[in-house]
């Protein structure tokens, strides 16, 4: 993300502004007119500040305080280019400003930037580029669109309310962002995202070696002849990162999902806030969580991600709803892998409750079981072992698969009680401490258990 919003940066401006006045070095045709100005033009080469500047011709004031620049416009030092068809630069009281007027193009380094006017005013400590502005980044290729970009000298700010898009391309990923309004800050490399914005994140299916190949301007017009392995949609209300620390937080309707090509489940994800910390590497989400991943859904109020650890935290009304089981508890933990998000092994804490309908057809016939704390674990992607301590209790209807009838029910109740399952569901259960059983042939069913 860094590179795609960094072409916001505008640091180049700084150096217009100097100390000197206007000083006439060359032209072919010089003449004064009575008033004292001066008309030169063919070959013009003007000294403004640190700036060469050369242009077809142009009108400077008697007191070389300010002149109007026609045709071929270039204004030039060491660090920055800049070409325009008409300028108008001024001195009054130690104040200098410019407007550049038709095909404006300012090139610093490797960053480029269109539009057809621009207004630097020193008075106001205030850089505008407005009509079509057009801003292109290498060698990561990235390119932003706009209306309107404001650069603030004395805040260090970069803004702008009317962006159209942003595009980008590293060697692994191509990006598109639509938003309306944001702001750069220069001085904590902090960008602000103050409207609705979407990011479409695509995952180059193979690197791209020499990225410096590819230009800024054909990055919209590149994505159908790319191969991508995935594609992600990030979007919020408001959005706050912070390109040196690398932290970064969403409010307000977060939405994501990402779609693997190559996998028919896609990933789902939505929450009112969300707060990433490289410091601790954690990702906080905040209030009506929902996660929803094929076979799998899960909701809560509060939860945490542990970069470090694939763990995922449930921590305020969790629920997880797998295929025909539901979890609840007062905690979950979920250690899931960090590309696909499926589940390898879950901790329910405190009320643990597990329910399971494994036959639609008999929905009151219900697998529960409840506890003190139960571990769960997966086998690819599938329910393969239940640990349940602490009070474990258990009730579970038996069939021989899963499209037959119920033929009777099994009722244990420990210390600790074992359950292992197969695609057709358990298959064998083992209790210790404090057992107790009843098996009950002919479908008899035993009142739910409690919860």
Not at 11 to 34: E, R
Not at 360 to 376: A, T, V
Not at 385 to 404: G, P, Q, T, V, W
Request: aromatic share 10%; with cysteine; glycine share 4%.
């Amino acid at each position: 993300m860094k590179k795609i919003l960094y072409i916001f940066i505008f640091v180049f401006v700084y150096s217009l502004f100097g100390q000197s006045l206007l000083n006439i070095k060359k032209a072919d045709v010089f003449k004064q007119t009575k008033d004292g100005r001066r008309i030169i033009y063919g070959n013009v080469s003007i000294e403004y500040d640190v700036y060469k500047v050369d242009c077809d011709s142009a009108i400077v004031d008697k007191d070389l305080k300010s002149a109007k620049l026609f045709k071929n416009v270039v204004l030039q030092d060491t660090a920055m280019t800049i070409h325009c068809d008409k300028a108008d630069i001024y001195r009054y009281d130690e104040k200098r400003s410019a407007y550049l007027t038709g095909n404006v193009m300012m090139k610093r380094e490797d960053m480029t930037v269109y539009g057809k006017f621009a207004r630097l005013v020193e008075l106001f400590d205030r850089v505008t580029i407005k009509d079509s502005v057009r801003v292109e980044y290498n060698p990561t290729p990235s390119i932003l669109f706009c209306k309107e970009l404001k650069y603030d000298t004395k805040k260090e700010v970069v803004s702008s309310n009317s962006i159209d898009s942003v595009f980008a391309l590293d060697s692994l990923r191509y990006y598109e962002l639509k938003t309306d309004r944001a702001v750069y800050d220069l001085s904590t490399s902090i960008l602000t995202l103050n409207s609705r914005y979407d990011l479409e994140v695509y995952e180059l299916q193979d690197s791209i070696v020499n990225i410096s190949t590819f230009l800024p301007n054909n990055i919209p017009r590149l994505k159908k002849n790319l191969t991508f392995k995935s594609k992600s949609t990030i979007s919020a209300n408001k959005g706050n990162f912070n390109f040196e620390s690398n932290n970064h937080s969403a409010s307000g309707q977060c939405k994501f999902s990402r779609y693997e090509i190559e996998n028919p489940d896609t990933t789902f994800f939505s929450c009112e806030n969300i707060d990433y910390s490289t410091d601790t590497g954690i990702t906080q989400i905040d209030k009506n969580v929902k996660l929803d991943r094929g076979a799998l859904s899960v909701t809560t109020d509060y939860g945490e991600f542990h970069h470090d650890k694939d763990l995922i935290k449930l921590l305020k009304i969790p629920k997880i709803i797998y295929e025909s089981h539901t979890i609840t508890g007062d905690t979950i933990y979920i250690y899931a892998d960090n590309e696909s998000l499926s589940p390898k092994e879950a901790t329910i804490i405190n009320n643990a409750f597990f329910e399971s309908i494994p036959d639609s057809n008999n929905i009151d016939e219900k697998n529960q079981m409840s506890g003190r704390r139960m571990d769960i674990w997966f086998e690819e992607e599938k329910l393969s072992k239940i640990y349940i301590s602490k009070e474990a209790e258990a009730l579970y209807f038996i069939r021989e698969d899963n499209n037959s009838s119920s033929k009777a029910t099994n009722y244990l109740l420990g210390d600790t009680l074992i359950i292992n399952l197969d695609s057709k569901g358990i298959t064998n259960a083992s209790v210790n401490g404090g057992c107790e059983g009843v098996y009950a042939p002919d479908r008899l069913k035993k009142k739910t258990i409690r919860k």
